[in-house]
């Protein structure tokens, strides 16, 4: 069992910056896939970020490359997702999640455990 807790969120103008975290209380935390995922009001929710287990290996949403960067520490079973150049679009709730292995998996299926989530509101 893999517990997820992300922090950081909070309300930012556009153009601004936030960073995300994410502690995981997996024991073999390094073998594990790490994303972020995010939901806004209404809709579906939808991928941001992933990374490998090794932290070499990443992948982004067309909406968000080149903004938005994932990274981990493995020595603090901790993956972040710093978010610059932000935009009221990005607005929506965000969501850690995790599996085993070393596919980057990109839809929602593809992991099996979640964080809580963590706001992220964009004022324009």
């Known amino acids: ?10 309300l930012v103008q556009t153009g601004g910056s936030l960073r995300l975290s994410c502690a995981a209380s997996a024991r073999t935390f390094s073998s594990f896939t790490l994303a972020w995922f995010r939901q ?17 290996v990443s992948n ?7 903004r938005f960067t994932i990274s981990r520490d493995n020595a603090k079973n901790t993956v ?7 935009k009221p679009e990005d607005t929506a709730v965000y969501y850690c999640a995790a599996r085993a292995g070393s596919e980057l998996g990109l839809s929602v299926r593809a992991y099996d455990y979640w964080g809580q989530g963590t706001q992220v509101t964009v004022s324009s």
């Open 80 to 86: 972040y997702l710093q978010m610059n150049s932000l």
């Open 60 to 66: 982004y949403a067309g909406s968000v490359k080149g």
């Open 40 to 56: 806004a009001p209404g809709k579906e929710r939808e991928f941001a970020a992933a990374i490998g287990g090794s932290g070499v």
């Open 1 to 10: 069992q893999v517990q997820l807790v992300e922090s950081g969120g909070g």
